[in-house]
């Protein structure tokens, strides 16, 4: 395996990940590699993006093993919100307050293409929806508030 994580700010990161048409080798051994990559790094979540595909999969840390759901879709979302600090691989030694929904309620698909569901309302729900907007090209800085960006962008200055 060679793949490694892209980090900020590479412009694949930004990109929106197509739909997986189809469940190929290819995208088993992808799914294989981002689950090697996520152990490695002891992370709790990877989008294809980070490592430079953009194919709607994400690896999640759910139930204790890092698993591959494909294709993912939130079905609902609470109306109330948490602010829970968040880290991203791409953006090593980063940890950001980000207001997120409390609870959703997410459907994708396994790597053998059977439909998982799944309803949360602590960290799944919150690591779903940081990887479901990798998937759309959104970081998880673009999800600061109009303060804490002004915050952000004045410690990166020189
Ligand atoms: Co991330």
Same mark, same amino acid.
């Given at each position: 395996m060679n793949r490694k994580i892209l980090k900020y700010p590479n412009p694949i990161l930004k990109k929106k990940a197509e739909k997986v048409k189809e469940i190929t080798e290819e995208i088993k051994n992808l799914g294989r590699d981002m689950i090697e990559i996520l152990e490695i790094n002891?992370?709790?979540?990877?989008?294809?993006?980070?490592? *430079?595909?953009?194919? +709607? =999969?994400?690896?999640?840390?759910?139930?204790?093993?890092?698993?591959?759901?494909?294709?993912p879709v939130i079905l609902k979302k609470?109306?109330?919100?948490?602010?829970i600090e968040e880290g991203c691989l791409s953006f090593p030694g980063l940890f950001l307050k980000i207001k997120r929904a409390k609870e959703i309620e997410v459907k994708a698909l396994d790597?053998? *293409?059977?439909?998982? +569901? =799944?309803?949360?309302?602590?960290l799944i729900s919150r690591i779903f929806q940081h990887e479901i907007d990798h998937l759309e090209g959104i970081l998880f800085i673009d999800r600061l508030s109009f303060w804490q960006r002004l915050k952000f962008q004045l410690k990166l200055w020189p």
């Open positions: 002891q992370g709790v979540g990877l989008a294809s993006s980070q490592v *430079g595909e953009l194919k +709607r =999969i994400i690896a999640v840390r759910f139930e204790d093993r890092p698993r591959i759901f494909i294709n609470s109306k109330e919100t948490e602010v790597e053998n *293409g059977k439909e998982i +569901r =799944i309803k949360d309302n602590g």
